[in-house]
């Protein structure tokens, strides 16, 4: 028997009809028994801009709105000659924004559960749509597979956090067994919706923005998949944005725990979260370019061959460094308790902290977390003060807290860089810093440089 592919297909390998052709023509190529695709390109955010203006009461607006992501799939529909009963599904969901939209309008009010339907609709669409092209490309090659557009609500059960719902594992592999369990007998292609979820009260959520990679690796878990796929637009994971490093390369390897560093500390290719079911599960994730699928893509898994000591590098901007101070702290205990309890208390998630005597930092990765109630009750314990405009960079890679002279040749390289605080120690994958934030780049091209052109590491 084949091996069991569940893969994902991201915004832009949705663009256009030929873009749909084409990814359809990589999971024919590979054999992936269940796909999951995003939204098609921009959809989400019309939709998210759709409920806001219908909830500020500017309908002619929201009518534009709704204008452009009905011609949007209209088009790729009629590109891709859908069949009547697609065409049907596809006009039932146009109702259905348009009535969702209609409501927030009347209502004055898109909660975040509201707004998780009317989110749900871009994957909904989509895969309608996706399902043809599918179609399309089996018949092409004499296929007999039959394409299945399958509901993934049935089985993603979710809690009620809405607009970041979290997914209930357990339930879930229960409800794969159930409706998901054919796969295996290589008749079916599956397609469906990433993104989107379903509470035991069959209230729809979404896992949040990017969310697709996840909900493909939350798949590949419940059905026990042998390879996650994750198609995008790039030729898997480089050693650092091209963006901000023309130098980047692409890595062909890397191992789980390097790549949760990587895209927990902002490598953009990977949702953080994909890698937790595939870590759970041992699945190897393949990411490769749906525009390019002969480039070699990236591995990410368990057991690597090389392990160099620094294999990439992130950029992640906008951060603020937080910093209590109370003469209090000296040699009491239950301090970083009490500041743990505030921040969890107000939902925010602290990345790096370093400690002195009587004084802790913390760093947040985006200052709208930090409102002014989150403030005064940190004031209650100790002096708060804020920094803005910083940067964090991490460096990836292995053996990072054992390995002698490491801190020096970083710092030789941005010597004239000031460091404004330094997180070593917890990981052996993990060397992390702050910079200002206009320096940001110009230390990780020198980095790069330094680590990865002239290191002797053959990464490609
Ligand atoms: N369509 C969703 C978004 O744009 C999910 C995804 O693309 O992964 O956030
Ligand atoms: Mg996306």
Same mark, same amino acid.
Request: charged share 25%.
């Given at each position: ?10 915004? #832009?390998?949705?663009g ?10 990589? %999971? ?13 390109s ?32 209209? @088009?790729i =529909? ?7 009963? &697609? ?8 109702? /259905? ?9 009347l ?6 559960? =509201? ?44 809690? !009620? ?14 409800l ?27 209230f #729809? ?9 996840? &909900? ?24 650092t ?26 490598? @953009? ?12 599960k ?7 370019? &749906?525009?390019?699928?002969?480039? @070699? ?52 998630s602290i ?15 985006? &200052? #709208? ?7 005064? !009750? ?8 804020? /920094?803005?405009?910083? %940067? ?10 054992? #390995? ?23 990981? @052996? ?8 934030e ?14 990865? /052109? ?7």
């Amino acid at each position: 028997m084949g091996q069991l592919i569940v893969s994902k297909f991201g915004g #832009t390998s949705m663009g256009d009809a030929e873009c749909m052709l084409r990814s359809a023509e990589v %999971s024919f190529r590979q054999g992936s028994s269940l796909i999951a695709v995003s939204a098609t390109s921009g959809t989400t955010n019309d939709l998210i801009a759709l409920g806001k203006t219908a909830e500020a009461q500017v309908w002619p607006e929201a009518e534009k709105i709704l204008t452009k992501i009905e011609s949007r799939h209209r @088009k790729i =529909a009629e590109d891709l000659q859908i069949s009547g009963e &697609s065409q049907k599904k596809l006009e039932v969901l146009f109702e /259905e924004m348009n009535s969702l939209a209609k409501g927030v309008y009347l209502l004055r009010d898109c909660s975040t559960k =509201a707004m998780d339907t009317l989110m749900s609709l871009g994957e909904r669409m989509s895969s309608v749509l996706f399902a043809e092209a599918m179609g399309r490309v089996l018949t092409k090659h004499g296929s007999t597979k039959k394409v299945e557009l399958f509901d993934v609500r049935t089985v993603l059960r979710t809690d !009620d956090s809405f607009g970041k719902a979290k997914a209930l594992t357990g339930e879930i592999a229960t409800l794969c067994s159930q409706h998901l369990g054919f796969l295996r007998d290589g008749k079916r292609v599956v397609v469906t919706q990433g993104f989107i979820g379903m509470t035991e009260d069959g209230f #729809t959520t979404t896992l949040g923005r990017g969310g697709s990679d996840y &909900s493909a690796a939350i798949l590949a878990e419940g059905v026990a998949a042998d390879v996650l796929e994750i198609w995008t637009d790039v030729a898997g994971i480089a050693t650092t944005d091209p963006r901000l490093c023309p130098q980047a390369k692409p890595i062909r390897e890397i191992s789980f725990k390097e790549a949760s560093e990587l895209a927990t500390f902002g490598a @953009k290719v990977l949702h953080p979260a994909t890698l937790l079911p595939a870590i759970r599960k041992n699945i190897p994730v393949f990411v490769g370019s &749906s525009f390019d699928s002969e480039a @070699k893509g990236t591995w990410v898994r368990k057991d690597v061959e090389d392990h160099p000591l620094i294999r990439a590098m992130a950029l992640r901007k906008k951060q603020v460094l937080v910093t209590l101070s109370t003469p209090e702290m000296l040699h009491a205990h239950g301090f970083l308790f009490q500041i743990f309890k505030i921040f969890n208390d107000h939902k925010v998630s602290i990345d790096a902290i370093t400690t002195s005597e009587i004084s802790v930092s913390v760093t947040l990765d985006d &200052s #709208t977390l930090l409102n002014k109630k989150l403030i005064s !009750d940190l004031s209650q314990i100790a002096e708060v003060q804020v /920094e803005e405009n910083l %940067s964090l960079i991490s460096l990836i890679g292995n053996n990072i807290n054992h #390995t002698p002279g490491l801190g020096k040749q970083i710092f030789e390289a941005i010597s004239d860089i000031n460091v404004r605080m330094i997180c070593l120690g917890a990981s @052996k994958h993990n060397f992390c810093f702050l910079v200002n934030e206009d320096q940001g780049a110009e230390a990780v091209r020198r980095l790069h440089e330094c680590f990865i /052109e002239a290191g002797t590491e053959e990464m490609g």
